[in-house]
């Protein structure tokens, strides 16, 4: 599940991690008094406002309405409510969107942290995230930051390190200390970075994370520490132990066809072909979509309709592919092992009737126990539906429709 | 011969008398598979399938002298139970559980380095050596004998790839589904290790998806060691990058781990692999030499 920068932030915090400090508004008429607010707390004059939307590039990217950046600078309380403006409720376009941008429904106006003082500032990129091949969870970091890691690892692979974490005795000393020297730290700098190094790790196991990334961490000009910015992803897997993180979950931000099909236990992921697809298991659904793009069309979906594929499932997984306009034909993959291939296709048939007409041709491809029943009650059915046994025979009847 | 599990098996259930436990162990007691008995913290004592309960892995080996286990214990207390059947000195531990956080399957598979067993999984169907043991979920009719041995990360795509294989006039001598998870207890070359190792075995087939690098590996280690024809399949050449497939495993990152990249390694390290899934068993018979 990922998260904002300021609820990634907030979780930064609770586990000791400093963070560049900030408010959150989802109207612009409380933005001034919130922003007097951090003044206040934090003395800062100026004022970061930054859009909160789930996808990079916010800093370059462009409000369509407003032609506002994603992430811009008020010099001055004065100029707060003009800045949040232009980009709240606005749809911002990033290079990790699609055209349409995504819309903005709450703003983080930050403190500035660029302040001038006895020595420059200085970025650096931090992540922690799990090396599959190793099992370890690693700290990735690099002198490079501010900038796309990406990039980085392209051009100045050299500047890139990483810090392995023995699950068995966690993140030692010497390791937080190699990382801030590696860093080019000294003094002040170097002790708040290893506490930094420190709490951002405790935080990464702490709230079950899939992935860090912090870009920037800044050392001020006074010599502090923070994490500028927070992209953070948690683990779905362990979010039945953090309540609270789960109620994070910003579901305006993800496709909305995805949300409803995981509401109804369905594991669905729109893509933009042609050729619908419902498969029980993941892998015969990916190897699906490869067999649908074999035969001259493009999958439309991921669709893993799981173990169970009664009449009530099958009809609630028609229903979500057909909300895509794109879709010309669905091809059903179901192997039936313990589930029987006969009761599956009753399940079709029923519906389909429940539905009245479908408009695209469907494809029933049923195999495993008592595969010929189930498709002889489909040739028999009276339906626009194609059955068939073999995989090939899927394959071949796709290419057949689309032509 | 055969590998990982066989008719002398002594099997065991953790979360023996939860539901998913109790069908699927009636399905493996009626595939023929040994098992011994079962384990339902609070529930030892009962009498279950017609089979002992216990209350801990520990007492079950020590009672009936288990030595495999399938786990079908949930998510939140999976890694837990895999660390007490390596603890209680369990051999084979096979875990199905879906959903496992994988911060505690870190833990788990660090904590179980230190004992002699082996996990298979977790986010798996299971194991099954043809007409003698069943651990898993999977359908124990399209398993035909013979000498096609199968590794695999996905469960209907085995069960895909082994019907393919029968049609095609071949038999299976033992399909290891090894799961789709980011952190798994036996990866894709260890697996095929064993198959190779196999004398039953005479050819193999390794069906991997998008994500991480183990099929790489696996085909690394063919290459210098293989003494048998490979088939290879890689799901998700139409998968998007950056998004999870279903499985918490199956997801791109970067550039080696894409269906494509895998592919081409394969190629070159001598795996025939096929573009598309229908082509399998085919592809495996034709190498073989058998003429469907």
């Known amino acids: 599940m990922n998260l904002h920068e300021y609820q990634g932030k ?39 406002v930054k859009a909160q939307i789930h996808a990079g590039g916010r800093g370059k990217g462009i409000v369509t309405e407003t032609q506002s950046n994603g992430v811009v600078l008020a010099k001055g309380i004065d100029h707060v409510e003009e800045k949040v403006k232009g980009i709240l409720g606005g749809h911002l376009v990033t290079a990790q969107t699609n055209e349409q941008g995504k819309k903005v429904n709450k703003v983080l106006i930050a403190e500035d942290v660029y302040y001038p003082g006895e020595s420059e500032p200085s970025e650096f990129y931090m992540s922690v995230l799990l090396d599959r091949e190793s099992e370890q969870n690693i700290i990735m970091y690099s002198t490079e930051g501010g900038m796309d890691i990406e990039t980085v690892a392209e051009e100045t692979p050299h500047l890139i390190f990483k810090e392995a974490v023995d699950p068995r005795v966690g993140l030692q000393g010497f390791q937080a200390r190699r990382i801030a020297f590696n860093l080019g730290l000294s003094g002040q700098a170097f002790k708040q970075m290893t506490k930094f190094v420190y709490a951002l790790y405790s935080a990464y196991e702490g709230c079950d994370a899939s992935m860090f990334e912090i870009n920037p961490v800044l050392k001020t000009s006074d010599d502090k520490i923070i994490a500028v910015d927070s992209k953070v992803t948690l683990d779905d897997n362990a979010l039945f132990r953090h309540k609270d993180y789960a109620a994070m979950r910003d579901v305006t931000e993800e496709d909305p066809t995805e949300v409803e099909a995981g509401e109804a236990g369905l594991n669905y992921v729109n893509l933009d072909g042609n050729v619908g697809c419902m498969v029980n298991g993941a892998g015969l659904a990916m190897a699906t979509m490869d067999i649908i793009k074999l035969s001259g069309g493009n999958p439309a979906n991921f669709l893993d309709v799981g173990g169970t594929a009664d009449a009530e499932r099958v009809e609630k997984a028609f229903r979500i592919i057909l909300k895509d306009p794109n879709v010309k034909a669905i091809l059903v993959n179901i192997f039936g092992g313990i589930v029987r291939c006969d009761r599956v296709a009753q399940g079709i048939v029923d519906a389909y009737k429940n539905m009245g007409e479908i408009p695209v041709p469907i494809i029933v491809r049923l195999q495993g126990t008592n595969a010929e029943e189930a498709k002889k009650l489909i040739d028999e059915s009276g339906l626009n539906v194609h059955s068939a046994v073999l995989l090939q025979e899927a394959a071949d009847l796709v290419s057949k429709v689309l032509k | 011969m055969s590998v990982l599990v066989n008719k002398d098996s002594k099997i065991i259930v953790q979360g023996f008398t939860g539901g998913e436990g109790t069908f699927h162990a009636g399905q493996m007691i009626e595939y023929g598979s040994n098992v011994v008995g079962g384990v339902t913290p609070g529930k030892g004592g009962q009498t279950h399938l017609d089979r002992p309960v216990f209350n801990t892995v520990e007492d079950a080996v020590k009672e009936t002298g288990a030595d495999v286990t399938i786990i079908f214990v949930p998510p939140a207390f999976a890694a837990d139970a895999i660390m007490e059947a390596a603890n209680a000195g369990i051999k084979v531990i096979i875990t199905i559980t879906e959903g496992i956080p994988v911060a505690d399957m870190i833990r788990a598979k660090d904590y179980i380095s230190a004992f002699d067993c082996r996990l298979i999984g977790p986010n798996c169907p299971g194991v099954i050596t043809a007409d003698e043991a069943k651990v898993g979920i999977m359908p124990g009719f399209i398993f035909k004998k013979g000498n096609i041995g199968i590794v695999s990360k996905s469960g209907t795509l085995t069960y895909e790839a082994a019907d393919q294989v029968v049609k095609a006039g071949l038999g299976i001598t033992t399909a290891i589904g090894i799961g789709g998870d980011p952190i798994i207890g036996t990866t894709t070359k260890e697996a095929v290790e064993l198959l190779m190792a196999d004398p039953d075995t005479h050819g193999i087939i390794m069906i991997g998806e ?70 399998i068993g085919t592809k495996m018979a034709e190498v073989m030499g058998v003429n469907a």
């Open chain 2, 210 to 279: 998008i994500g991480g690098n183990l099929e790489a590996k696996a085909a690394a280690w063919i290459k210098e060691n293989g003494t048998k024809p490979v088939v290879g399949f890689i799901a998700g050449e139409t998968a998007p990058k950056g998004r999870t497939m279903g499985h918490a495993g199956a997801i791109v990152g970067g550039e080696d781990d894409t269906a494509e990249a895998k592919k081409r390694i394969m190629r070159e390290c001598g795996i025939h692999v096929v573009d598309s899934p229908a082509e």
């Open chain 1, 10 to 48: 907030s979780i930064l915090e609770s586990f000791g991690v400093a963070i560049q400090r900030g408010v959150v508004v989802d109207n612009a008429e409380e933005a001034v008094a919130k922003a007097k607010e951090l003044s206040a707390n934090t003395g800062t004059e100026w004022f970061v």
